[in-house]
């Protein structure tokens, strides 16, 4: 019988250092750790992620990361057959730290390196505990992306819809630093929302009634702002009370919003008759219950299979980076040691750039 490939995943596009090890044999693939070390301490002061002390956090956390990931999976470091990193998009100085240390271990080892593209990791996440046969849409909505693409295989991709501005991870991170929450936003809104009653306090849904499947969400921040503005007292703090309703308010409309461009982008999708009626969701914010909850309404009304990764394979990881580079290896890829970091990196290079800046650059 053939040995079976371990594969070593590491991920430093943003504010997680994160590593893992895969095993694939006859049976599939299976991931044997997960190690994600976040920075969330770091950045706090500064209300969100400093480029700068990323890369360095990286620098001096990556090897830690690597290390307890080859612990914890049982495999020794010289059982590693592959070495898959994070190339792009992203920032810079995260992903050069990422692209250097990967092609370290792998000069060292004498085993190929994969670059690969984090929002591959994401789009494909939802195969590593399933088995979701290609094509499929997918919802692809995390702190620096928010698109619709119709998943080919795992290197084609076509972008059908997308944010003309903020993503909604981003949104939710500047919300909660509008109502003096902590970071990451998305679940500290989450949190503050379920002590809270949205309807004292409606806000927009931008875009929502305009025809195709792309979003905005800096209006809504916009409204938010307004809203709080209104309602601060001579302390120039909110109530607890108002602090949950707005919270409450503001991802009833992202769900909202999201909700209702899902069933176009799967309305449209369908209309393609393709081989599987299957809708993925994957991205940071997919860890978010109400809109898990009201992504699946979608794909029941449209007759269609919802899957959504596991929370940990959500929010960024290296389990998805390994997974994806793994497609790229079993298909002969690799590449050698003039892998370059690459910030900006399209999925789908056919559609034109989409609008707007994020927090990890240029949307894709
Ligand atoms: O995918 P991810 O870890 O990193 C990027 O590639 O951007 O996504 C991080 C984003 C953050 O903006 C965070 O606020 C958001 O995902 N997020 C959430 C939740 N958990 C994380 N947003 C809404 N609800 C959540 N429970
Ligand atoms: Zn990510």
Redesign the pocket.
């Known amino acids: 019988m053939p040995k079976p490939t371990y594969i070593l995943g590491i991920e430093s596009?943003?504010d997680?250092t994160a590593a893992a090890v895969l095993r694939q044999d006859y049976g599939g693939v299976s991931v044997l750790s997960s190690v994600v070390m976040g920075q969330d301490e770091l950045h706090r002061m500064f209300g969100g992620v400093v480029p700068e002390l990323a890369a360095r956090a990286h620098v001096e956390k990556l090897d830690l990361a690597v290390e307890e990931a080859i612990t914890q999976s049982g495999v020794k470091l010289q059982e590693i057959s592959v070495i898959a990193t994070t190339a792009g998009p992203g920032l810079i100085g995260g992903v050069v730290s990422g692209v250097m240390s990967a092609k370290g271990l792998s000069a060292a080892l004498n085993v190929p390196l994969i670059g690969v593209n984090?929002l591959a990791g994401?789009a494909l996440s939802p195969m590593i505990e399933e088995d979701v046969p290609f094509p499929y849409l997918i919802l692809l909505v995390?702190?620096?992306?928010c698109q619709f693409l119709i998943a080919h295989s795992a290197d084609r991709f076509t972008r059908i819809g997308g944010t003309i501005d903020d993503?909604?991870?981003?949104a939710?991170?500047k919300a909660a630093r509008l109502l003096g929450l902590p970071q990451?936003?998305?679940?500290n809104?989450?949190k503050a929302a379920r002590n809270g009653d949205g309807s004292r306090i409606p806000l927009p849904r931008p875009l929502l009634n305009k025809p195709g499947c792309d979003m905005s969400f800096s209006g809504l921040k916009t409204a938010l702002l307004r809203a709080r503005d209104e309602r601060l007292g001579g302390d120039n703090t909110i109530t607890a009370s108002d602090q949950a309703d707005l919270a409450e308010s503001f991802q009833g409309a992202v769900a909202d919003i999201l909700f209702e461009k899902s069933k176009r982008a799967l309305q449209r999708y369908l209309e393609e008759k393709p081989a599987h009626r299957s809708f993925a969701v994957a991205?940071?914010?997919a860890?978010?219950q109400l809109?898990r909850a009201r992504l699946q309404e979608v794909a029941e009304e449209f007759d269609s299979k919802f899957v959504a990764p596991p929370l940990k394979y959500?929010?960024?990881n290296a389990a998805m980076i390994a997974f994806a580079g793994l497609q790229r290896f079993n298909a002969g890829e690799q590449d050698d040691m003039t892998l370059s970091a690459r910030p900006r990196w399209p999925l789908d290079t056919q559609s034109p750039a989409m609008l707007g800046y994020g927090k990890?650059g240029a949307k894709a």
């Open positions: 596009s943003c997680d984090h994401h995390s702190g620096g992306h993503a909604p991870g981003e939710f991170d990451p936003g998305g679940p809104i989450e991205g940071g914010v860890a978010n809109i959500c929010t960024d990890k």
